[in-house]
């Protein structure tokens, strides 16, 4: 167990609706970050939040958005979903504080179904 | 454009011999790499790094070579065991980012 959590487990829905996964990280880590595991594909970092503010974000769409509350926990909206967008989505945290030193602990993932 | 490859989808490996995992990269500012291990139905696993200052980290059974002319790392399991079974991810963080790039997987099979 990493210590983060990840809810949902599954979440199955159509095209057009919109979706949230939740994130919350290990006891004492400031960053979250998300990535998106598509069919046969590596994982892909999609946005990083430290302490409550973007930092660092990657190839992430248009319609997909996340946020850090100040409990820290962080939500990834997706939003006109399309059946592309199927895939595992996975949180990871760390302390935040000495890049590359700096160990990321990934969360069960979240599985979405868009039918 | 797949910064990281990791050309092989699959190995199988008999237990109490060496599994050697390969990884390839392609960006020059690549100067840390991770190993992750991810068992089904789990988050991916932090196993083992290595900065590009060195050429050798070594951890129990498990050890990272890099070659950096070669743009090449390597993951040696020694010996192999059954529970080594999962897919194994090479990735790597470029100098001044907190982006992990991954590569797509190794699935490793360890048979008796």
């Known amino acids: 167990d990493s210590g983060v959590t990840q809810t949902p487990k599954h979440l199955i829905t159509a095209t057009g609706q919109r979706v949230t996964l939740r994130c919350s990280p290990r006891?004492?880590?400031?960053?979250v970050y998300w990535y998106q595991q598509s069919l046969d594909q590596g994982l892909q970092f999609l946005i990083q939040?430290?302490?409550?503010?973007?930092?660092a974000k990657g190839n992430i769409l248009e319609r997909f958005s996340a946020q850090q509350f100040p409990d820290l926990h962080s939500e990834l909206n997706l939003s006109s979903l399309e059946l592309g967008d199927s895939a595992l989505y996975f949180c990871?945290?760390?302390?935040?504080?000495?890049?590359?030193?700096?160990?990321?602990?990934f969360g069960p993932g979240t599985r979405l179904t868009v039918l | 454009d797949q910064q990281v490859k990791q050309n092989s989808p699959s190995l199988s490996v008999q237990e109490g011999r060496i599994s050697i995992l390969n990884c390839d990269y392609t960006n020059s500012m690549f100067d840390y790499f991770l190993w992750y291990k991810k068992y089904p139905a789990e988050g991916p696993t932090f196993l083992i790094s290595?900065?590009?200052?060195?050429d050798k980290n070594e951890d129990g059974r498990f050890t990272v070579f890099l070659n950096k002319s070669a743009k090449h790392l390597s993951l040696h399991i020694v010996p192999s065991q059954p529970g080594d079974s999962a897919v194994y991810f090479c990735?790597?963080?470029?100098?001044?980012?907190?982006?992990?790039?991954f590569g797509t997987g190794t699935r490793l099979q360890v048979f008796p």
């Open positions: 290595i900065s590009s200052i060195k």
């Open positions: 990871a945290s760390s302390v935040g504080k000495q890049r590359a030193m700096d160990t990321q602990y």
């Open positions: 006891s004492g880590d400031l960053s």
């Open positions: 939040y430290y302490n409550g503010e973007e930092r």
């Open positions: 990735a790597a963080l470029a100098y001044n980012t907190d982006k992990l790039i």
